[in-house]
């Protein structure tokens, strides 16, 4: 591989990294804020079965 292809993937590497780390970090804001809301797809999911259930 010539030198300028490996810099072209370093670099790519680096911004996929740097992508990944910012949709994680949005996802985790977006679940948190999900959840202290309370509008969460598996709560609403899940209400049934929890009120129906003996306990």
């Known amino acids: 591989m010539t ?3 490996t810099n072209k ?3 790519t590497s680096v ?3 740097i992508l990944a780390i910012f949709l994680i970090i949005l ?3 977006w679940l948190t804020f999900a959840d202290l809301t309370g509008n969460t ?4 999911f ?8 003996p306990v």
């Open 3 to 5: 030198r300028t292809r």
């Open 9 to 11: 993937i370093n670099r």
């Open 15 to 17: 911004w996929v990294a």
């Open 27 to 29: 996802l985790v804001i």
């Open 41 to 44: 797809d598996v709560a609403a």
């Open 46 to 53: 899940l209400a049934p079965y929890i009120v129906n259930s």
